[in-house]
């Protein structure tokens, strides 16, 4: 595999009530400015939770995200960066992420975009890598979920992929007395060959 470059985000949660979407933008902005760095990458993933809850139209921050969502795809058109928005946990993302595909479409931008709100697996022909995307609370739980990545493999004719992005958490991610759905970390270890990026848990790990 030749030199593949992506910066990965999460939990970015636009139209948070204590932090302000605007000073989150500007954060965002800085975190991807449109400089020959930031041109040098082939992904950008925004790997769940891009919203803290459901917004409606007249709220104040809508046309500050539609604005950043139109910058971000203008970039990557810009700079041929592919940008992949992944679905976070339901009571945050809500689906909201589709208005990356309308503002992409209704704008005439022409990105290399896809919301992935399914568990799926996608072969990106120019540089030779499988990539795994695995969505907040997908029903049946972890153990469901790792049987259908397992499934996925299988009819590809893939022992691994590349890498993988994931909304959730480790069982390592929180301690054992918290009664919450946790992936188990060595088995992804196993079906991922480079790196496996997870948000959910706002710490680095």
Not at 29 to 44: F, G, H, I, Y
Not at 128 to 145: A, N, Q, S
Request: aromatic letters at 6%.
């Amino acid at each position: 595999m030749k030199q593949f470059k992506l910066a990965v985000l999460s939990d970015i949660h636009l139209g948070h009530k204590r932090t302000s979407t605007i000073e989150i933008i500007k954060n965002l902005r800085k975190a991807l400015p449109d400089d020959s760095q930031t041109a040098e990458l082939d992904m950008v993933v925004l790997a769940g939770d891009v919203f803290d809850g459901l917004l409606t139209l007249p709220q104040d921050e809508v046309s500050d995200i539609d604005a950043w969502i139109a910058h971000l795809l203008r970039l990557c058109k810009k700079h041929d960066i592919m940008l992949r928005v992944l679905e976070g946990t339901p009571s945050h993302d809500w689906k909201q992420s589709e208005r990356f595909v309308t503002m992409n479409e209704a704008g005439q931008i022409g990105a290399d975009l896809r919301y992935v709100k399914e568990l799926s697996i996608e072969y990106v022909q120019q540089h030779d890598i499988h990539l795994l995307y695995v969505p907040d609370e997908l029903p049946g739980g972890p153990e469901k979920t790792l049987e259908q990545v397992k499934s996925l493999l299988k009819a590809r004719g893939l022992s691994q992929v590349d890498f993988a992005f994931m909304h959730g958490q480790f069982e390592y991610q929180l301690p054992e007395h918290i009664k919450a759905p946790k992936h188990s970390s060595l088995d992804y270890l196993q079906l991922v060959k480079h790196l496996v990026f997870i948000g959910h848990v706002h710490t680095h790990s």
